[in-house]
């Protein structure tokens, strides 16, 4: 068969990659076409345009860059109509994946499936009519989305499991160093870790790095170590670090993480990532007008936490110091009772545990791809 994929950023690349060799297992003769990145082309198929062409993060870079994205969306519906295959699979990236959607819904009759639905519970929940018209086969990675997308709703999804228990597993099963392998190999003291994942993305660094040193350097029993983006580089942490003891290191942040006593970690998949391997943490993301920020979030958006980890087991599991509550001083009695206060440590690990329960075992692209093959040959 014919697929065709659309991601636009490095998360949906690592995802994609994964679900086009588990549906290759499923179907040898598989053949291929994307907008996505180097891991999609490492299984193989045709790159038509690599995501880094698409993406575009903030009102000003989208306004000024319209024509170009325009232009993206004009090449990937012409492309898809010519190559004719026997699915589009959209993985995540809802701005750009719902107007393809809508465009291959009234002008073909070629199936739209959505692999990791696009986060409407949080924000924009006026998009389900889309997906309701537009989406043929909606695929979740997050459990609680069931509840919310057929209950509420009333459209039936596909819960397949979470890739990124997948990845922690397979990391886990194939790294077994001890403290020392990884202190030695990154010239690190000997000393207990306290992990920084200050975010992805420039802005992020700038609002939370400079908080998350003051406190954990609060703490000199410690060594801080500092989970640097593969995007961003060493003089950009630099400015903001300044004299204070912490190690930057790259493109190791699961092997950080397992070796890590406590972290402190800004919202996003990073939340997830540091529960599977069992780390306590405190979430940590500043906004700007902090106290009117808090306002909105709790009189518009829809959700009650901010992090995966407590979406997930739905109720608070990791504290998380957001707009106005992320001072340093927060932060430092958070990590304070991390490090010492044994029960309440304890307490956080044990919710993990019931957590990752909800999540389900490994094998999340797996699942997709057998579900998948099941509907299309339908």
């Known amino acids: 068969m014919k697929y065709y994929l659309i991601v636009g950023e490095a998360s949906g690349d690592l995802h994609a990659s994964h679900l086009m060799a588990a549906l290759k297992e499923e179907d040898p003769q598989a053949d291929f076409r994307f907008f996505g990145g180097d891991l999609m082309a490492a299984v193989g198929g045709t790159m038509v345009k690599h995501y880094k062409e698409l993406a575009y993060m ?6 000024l860059h319209l024509r170009t994205i325009f232009a993206n969306m004009r090449c990937c519906k012409e492309d898809i109509v010519s190559w004719n295959p026997d699915v589009v699979i959209l993985v995540d990236y809802p701005g750009f994946n719902l107007n393809i959607a809508k465009f291959i819904h009234s002008h073909t009759q070629i199936p739209v499936y959505y692999y990791i639905s696009p986060k409407i519970w949080a924000w924009k929940e006026y998009r389900i009519k889309n997906i309701k018209r537009d989406v043929d086969e909606l695929f979740s990675i997050l459990p609680f989305e069931v509840e919310f997308f057929e209950k509420k ?8 499991g979470n890739p990124t228990v997948d990845e922690v597993t397979a990391f886990c099963h194939s790294h077994s160093e001890s403290f020392g392998d990884f202190i030695r190999d990154n010239n690190l003291e000997d000393k207990p870790v306290i992990a920084l994942l200050a975010g992805s993305r420039k802005q992020e660094i700038k609002d939370n790095l400079p908080g998350m040193l003051k406190a954990a350097s609060a703490f000199p029993d ?9 995007s961003i580089t060493p003089e950009y942490y630099q400015q903001y670090v300044g004299d204070v003891q912490v190690k930057i290191i790259f493109n190791q942040t699961y092997r950080l993480l397992q070796h890590s006593d406590v972290a402190l970690v800004t919202s996003g998949t990073a939340t997830l990532e540091t529960a599977l391997f069992r780390i306590p943490q405190v979430v940590c993301y500043y906004l700007a007008c902090g106290k009117f920020v808090s306002f909105l979030r709790k009189h518009i958006l829809k959700v ?25 001083e927060n932060m430092k009695i958070e990590l304070e009772r991390l490090l010492f206060n044994k029960e309440y440590r304890r307490k956080m690990l044990d919710e993990y545990e019931l957590m990752a329960q909800r999540l389900g075992p490994a094998g999340a692209p797996r699942h997709a791809a057998r579900e998948m093959m ?3 040959k339908k």
């Not at 901010?306 to 509550?325: F, G, M, Q």
């Open 58 to 63: 903030g009102f000003i870079p989208v306004l």
């Open 374 to 376: 099941k509907l299309l």
């Open 304 to 328: 009650k936490f901010i992090s995966l980890v407590n979406l997930i087991a739905d109720r608070e599991v990791v504290k998380e110091l957001v707009a106005d509550t992320m001072t340093v």
């Open 222 to 230: 410690y060594q801080l170590v500092l989970a640097g983006a593969p």
């Open 153 to 160: 709703h009333g459209y039936p999804i596909h819960y397949v």
